[in-house]
């Protein structure tokens, strides 16, 4: 066994079997999401899963380490849309180690920014924004990202949504997700359709040595001209295939159903 497998199995066990960080929502969401599974098999997954936040967790720690592997056709393919004067739209979950794609700039020369949720400590939240800044990517506070991004829509970028968060039980639009009743998230469905965008989903593998190929499975070309929860649709499909695929990758501890 490599040291840096050690670490993340020592990291892994100090998470989940001496702080027991939200273990029992871990549990129950695994559970849930795989009824068929054995006892046996829902431990390995949350054994697995609290062994690659070990990872991600270094990874964050040590922001120099993890690098997003870009295929040359996937980023020439980009390249084409943006110089068609079009905005492209890319939503992920929270799988794997999403943060690591604000270095996304230095393989696609193309403006690339994020929405995201301030953090009420302004300190903290200073030093977060730092570092996801710090490979060029442009941070958006998410209450203002619809209208900044319809100010902006005349020139051209990458837009990340995170958009498998709970919505609350008002919003978002209702469908089956890991075998549960679920709300989904619509704010990057809304933004994409009234710019037109293309669409793709983030699909992202890990590999050795702190590397994770991303992969851009599109959802749609023209966002204005799909009807209305067709991309929401699409990314939940994608996202229940990349998690089915290797469950210990997603974000089990958060709560994602209340």
């Known amino acids: 066994m490599q040291i840096m497998d050690k670490i993340y199995n020592f990291l892994g066990f100090l998470i989940g079997s001496v702080f027991h960080y939200r273990s029992q929502v871990a549990v129950q969401n695994l559970a849930r999401a795989f009824p068929n599974a054995s006892y046996g098999e829902v431990k390995q997954y949350l054994l697995s899963f609290y062994r690659n936040m070990g990872r991600v ?3 964050s720690i040590f922001p120099f380490l993890p690098k997003p592997i870009v295929d040359a056709a996937a980023v020439e393919h980009l390249q084409q849309i943006h110089h068609s004067n079009r905005n492209i739209i890319l939503i992920i979950g929270h799988y ?4 690591t794609l604000n270095k996304l700039p230095m393989q696609i020369d193309i403006p690339i920014q994020a929405l995201y949720k301030p953090i009420k400590n302004k300190l903290l939240n200073g030093i977060v924004m730092k570092l996801r800044e710090n490979y060029g990517a442009r941070m958006i506070p998410a209450q203002h990202g619809i209208r900044t991004l319809i100010k902006e ?3 051209p970028s990458i837009t990340l949504f995170v958009a ?3 919505p609350g039980h008002q919003n978002g639009l209702p469908m089956q997700f890991l075998n549960q009743n679920t709300c989904m998230f619509t704010g990057a469905e809304k ?3 009234k710019l037109n965008a293309y669409v793709a989903y983030v699909e992202m593998e890990a590999t050795t040595q702190h590397r994770w190929n991303v992969t851009f499975r599109t959802i ?3 966002a204005a001209e799909t009807e209305d929860g067709f991309i929401t649709e699409v990314y939940t499909r ?4 990349s998690i089915q695929h290797d469950p210990s990758w997603w974000l089990w501890t958060h709560r994602r159903w209340k």
């Open 220 to 222: 749609c070309d023209f």
């Open 191 to 193: 933004v994409a359709k």
């Open 238 to 241: 994608y996202l229940e295939r």
């Open 153 to 155: 829509k005349n020139n």
């Open 164 to 166: 498998d968060q709970f």
């Open 96 to 99: 794997g180690n999403w943060e």
């Open 57 to 59: 967790l270094l990874e």
